[in-house]
């Protein structure tokens, strides 16, 4: 492609280029057919056949890769299988979910995106990759890089917001975590980018469903992290369950073939989705099993999770000469290179060990990283509101806390918690009474349920495939508000916990309203006509619509799900020992009615302006346009004031650069952090350029009164996008540079690039 970004270095990371190829070459001439098919198939442990019967598989060579074993013992007989066993003796690796944490839960996704820290990003991945590889993994399906700009979708909660730039530094910084300097060291774990490519722009928000999207969209906002976690090294990538203009991701040439590989020159694995060539004939472009299996390796998928059909079809297709060796050569080149890359032909057992050496309890405290989890879910915190002071709380006197999430330890976990178990969590009501010790009371009431739709219950319930996660309480909702009502009389401040269960943000947790659940509307109606200070923690997956709350809160607490140790550190900022600083990934919409709500959304000839008439402009007439909080809003317990920006000069040269800077000063009573963020308008384009666009930022901590200069650099690549012909060029004329601590209220400043 023309004008195209620099070629991604892909996943080749284990010893010289040279000594790889040389002795994947030397293996795959030894191999048969069978045993070469049987390296593509990545099996789930219990979901796709028992223990005892995956291991004579694997000893026959039918097996490359597992997942959902997460102990050292369920792994070991297993390794043994394929390296004491099998003919050839090529290990297996083991794969899991790890996606913000393992048996420590982190903040979601979401939450660590909010953070704007790439070093609690890459922290908590580097933590995660710890404990998993000390369970024997050596693979993580993470991190999930989808953009999402449609809130209802439930997998919002997964991924790290709505804008490209922001995406894409969270996805190098969990890549660096996970894999460290190098995935075959013992306490890495190969990262898998995931979803290749656009899940997170599926029509109306429903999983699973079609994205039809122009390629110029594609690579101005939805490619771009997906790339950033390739060319940070990350050794795979998975592949979407949509499809994509008409053809499925797990068929799709152009995207696994001509993009991926021939492109962005990626060298590492391919893996499907759970189930996605099978799923196929149900897209409607395979006739069969045989044919999906034809069109998922023609089209470069190299591994087959939850297999049946790689095993079943592609021998066949092979001797008919429909799908020729090469095409089998190539991906198990791949998977063969992976594993070379993991150092798991150095030694099998890396990541397993001796079984002498087997943690004696798996869930053991002290194998838990409580420090690290309590330091980033304080990070994710986003204070959206805090009218007169609110917060911080006083410590002393009494805190009526109540509402369905205060004490919800599975909750607080989110979803995709791996390993993590809910006894080991920090819920909200452990948090405050223990900030409160001796100096105060905590008066608890659950005031209602989650919900008290029962349709919505057995959904979610169904979704757990252990025990029921929704336990209802089955007292009549009114006595569960007047509890909570008497709990706040007699307190001095009312705490509502509120928002979504963990499966609400959930993979196919899709839902119509972005509203609390009338139960828990009810609940806070019944408790702001107390009159007693009301406080909202909100714990959710994805943004809501917050209008009764921003109404009527004194103050609200956008706290996510906070892991493992989300209970302290939500108490840490009520109570002042910490000052929020976080903020949102993703603009919060007023309503369903506005979604798509994002920040950079392409220049309109008929823009709707504030304070000017709305006729025939692009607007709703029926309430205020625009988020109800911007993508990068967030409060303090202090306040800072921002300059006027000085740029270094107002032409820019090619090749050339200028610096832009800002002044800005803690002018309140505490000390804080903020996120100084830098944004760019491209003012005339050969293509519609967005109103503004995310381009740097940072994160700094000022004492009280103090003041610091912020400098950015500008140059030429900032100043890219991708045109008509999907060349990637820097075009002459006027750039406006906004600077602010949110998206909206900025500073401007303007200069020119010259031809």
Partial sequence: MAGAEPAAAGGNQGGSAAAKDAFIASLMQRMTLDEKIGQLRLISIGADMPQPRLIEEIAAGRVGGTFNSVTRADNRPLQDAAVQRSRLKIPIFFAYDVVHGHRTAFPISLGLAASWDMDVVER????????????????????MVDISRDPRWGRTSEGFGEDPYLVSQCARASVRGFQGSSPARA???????????????????????????????????????????????????????NSINGVPATSNRWLLRDLLRGQWGFHGVTVSDHGAIEELMRHGVARDGREAARLAIDAGVDMSMHDSLYLKELPALVRSGEVPVARIDEAVREVLGVKYDMGLFQDPYRRIGSARDDPPDVDAEGRLHRAEARDAARRSLVLLENRQRTLPLARGGTVALVGPLADAPIDILGS?????????????????????????????????????????????????????????????????????????????????AVGESRGMSHEASSRTSLSLPGSQLALLQALKATGKPLVVVLMNGRPLDLNWAKGNADALLETWYAGTEGGHAIADVLFGDYNPAGKLPVSFPR??????????????????????????????????????????????YTDFALSGITLSATTMPRQGSIEASVTVKNTGTRDGETVVQLYLRDEAASVVRPV?????????????????????????????????RLDYVAEPGEFTVQVGLDSQAVRARTFTLLR
């Fill in 692 to 724: 503004k666009e995310l381009k740097d930022f940072r994160k700094i901590a000022l004492k009280a009164g103090e003041s610091r200069q912020v400098r950015f650099m500008l140059d030429e690549d900032r100043l890219k996008f991708f045109n008509d």
């Fill in 591 to 636: 309503s369903v009615g506005q979604i798509p709500t994002y920040y950079n959304h392409l220049r309109l000839g008929r823009p709707f302006t504030p304070g000017k008439p709305p006729n025939y402009t692009s607007q709703y007439f029926e309430e205020e346009s625009g988020p109800l909080y911007p993508f990068g809003y967030g409060l303090s």
């Fill in 187 to 241: 306490d890495s774990v190969t990262a898998v980018v995931k979803h290749f490519a656009l899940y997170g722009a599926v029509e109306g928000g429903r999983d699973y469903n079609t994205v039809d999207m122009s390629p110029l969209r594609m690579f101005q906002d939805y490619l771009p992290p997906y790339r950033a976690g390739i060319d940070a090294g990350a050794g795979g990538v998975m592949i979407a369950l």
């Fill in 416 to 496: 995709w918690s791996a390993a993590a178990k809910a006894r080991q969590s920090v819920t909200l009501l452990q948090g405050m009474r223990e900030a409160l010790a001796g100096r105060g009371s905590v008066v608890y009431a659950r005031g209602a349920n989650v919900t008290d739709d029962e349709r919505v219950v057995n959904y979610l319930n169904f979704l757990n495939w252990d025990k029921p996660e929704v336990v209802q309480d089955k007292r009549p909702p009114q006595q569960m508000i007047d509890e909570a009502v008497e709990a706040a009389r007699g307190a001095d401040v009312v705490v509502a």
């Fill in 124 to 143: 908590s991945a580097r933590v995660s990759a710890i404990e998993a590889s000390a369970d024997g993994l050596d693979m993580t399906f993470a991190p």
